[in-house]
């Protein structure tokens, strides 16, 4: 008998133990000792069929394990092996990274590949992408500037003067130009910040401390530099875009409190055709809520709100991005920005350190980290940016 045959006659005598126990009951709702007995058989009529099936499942699967083909051929392709990541990239660095972090010993004791002079250690190559990449999302010049990394100063040589083509009649002589060049030098100013984490934090796995650290580090960093960019003196800090050393006048407001929809228009003109193809605005918000209720000699308003997520809003046209460090409107204050921002130039120097501070904090039970980088930032070509500025 097959191992179906057996189940379909279990099926079979579980039915007939149902009927009997509904036609057998007394008025009671018991068995009567001969039908008691009667059913206490099939009971066992079913446990032995039961244990039979169990048995030839058994059977079943041994013959078939054993029937497997001992040299079955390989016929899955071989997985590809992931070429090991070195230097700042490697899985051992990120490790010993995040046990330096928690003042764990060394496991691989590679991080002396990325020590700097005040004792720090290069942050692993993943971390160090999500502070960028949250510091894109924080700071709005570094999102419309152009963006370089450099391992030591650099001088950048800019056209001060073109040189002048000349009507030149036959067998006359040629007119000489004589264009002049120029230099700007992108420095690297040191930006630090310190924060302090509880030893109760440190030793919570549940904790992601590495996580936490980039946080912070990435919006103290982020407000930091977006100021510095937006007006930085230059001196220990890069040169901000709104500053007598950033962009050029283009119009000077004829109050200095107010700005008119024809200012606007003659700010747009003022930037050569060829900057205008990329040309964006940028001012303070409060500049905006001064300038949304301008209309052209049209009676159509020139500031148009994002018809889309994510899209910025528009005036004239132009893409219309904001930034709490752009001066509001005052008197003799850079209050609009207008021109493609590809020319003003961030140069950050390789390299972001954190080091860890086990003594310093100690009596409070917390630990100190100080997170280094270094950048500059300045108005390369000022003529591709042109300022408001409001009346003296």
């Not at 942050?123 to 450099?150: C, D």
């Not at 960019?229 to 875009?241: D, M």
């Not at 080091?355 to 950048?375: D, H, I, S």
Request: net charge negative; charged share 25%; aromatic share 8%.
């Amino acid at each position: 008998m097959t191992v179906n045959e057996l189940r379909a006659k279990r099926a079979t005598l579980w039915n007939t133990m149902e009927g009997f126990l509904d036609t057998h009951r007394t008025d009671k709702g018991v068995l009567s000792a001969e039908d008691d007995a009667t059913y206490n058989n099939m009971e066992k009529d079913l446990d032995d069929l039961t244990n039979e099936i169990k048995r030839m499942e058994r059977r079943d699967a041994i013959e078939a394990e054993l029937s497997k083909p001992v040299d079955r051929p390989l016929t899955g392709k071989p997985e590809k092996q992931e070429s090991e990541k070195v230097g700042r990239a490697s899985n051992a660095y990120k490790e010993d990274f995040g046990r330096h972090l928690r003042g764990k010993t060394l496991l691989h004791n590679v991080l002396s590949e990325g020590t700097d002079a005040d004792g720090g250690y290069l942050v692993p190559e993943e971390f160090e992408r999500q502070i960028v990449t949250t510091l894109e999302e924080a700071n709005v010049v570094r999102s419309l500037a152009k963006v370089i990394t450099t391992g030591s100063e650099r001088k950048i040589p800019v056209a001060a003067t073109h040189s002048v083509a000349q009507w030149t009649a036959e067998n006359a002589a040629y007119t000489e130009s004589n264009p002049t060049f120029g230099q700007k030098q992108i420095d690297a100013y040191k930006l630090t910040d310190l924060i302090r984490v509880s030893q109760e934090l440190l030793q919570d796995s549940a904790f992601d401390l590495e996580s936490y650290i980039a946080g912070e580090f990435a919006r103290a960093f982020g407000i930091a530099e977006e100021e510095a960019f937006c007006v930085g003196t230059g001196t220990n800090q890069p040169t901000g875009i709104f500053t007598a050393n950033g962009g050029d006048v283009g119009v000077t407001a004829a109050a200095t409190n107010a700005i008119t929809a024809d200012e606007l228009i003659s700010l747009v003109y003022a930037l050569k055709s060829p900057y205008r193809r990329n040309a964006k605005f940028l001012m303070n918000d409060s500049t905006i809520a001064a300038i949304r209720k301008l209309k052209d000699g049209n009676g159509v308003y020139l500031w148009q709100p994002s018809l889309q997520a994510g899209e910025p809003d528009k005036l004239l046209g132009y893409d219309l991005y904001t930034s709490p460090y752009v001066p509001a409107v005052a008197s003799s204050a850079y209050a609009i920005a207008f021109g493609d921002f590809q020319n003003y130039w961030i140069a950050d120097r390789a390299g972001r350190t954190v080091q860890r501070l086990n003594e310093l904090y100690a009596t409070n039970g917390q630990v100190g980290y100080v997170a280094t980088e270094r950048v500059d930032g300045k108005v390369i070509l000022a003529e591709g940016i042109k300022l408001l500025q409001m009346k003296a």
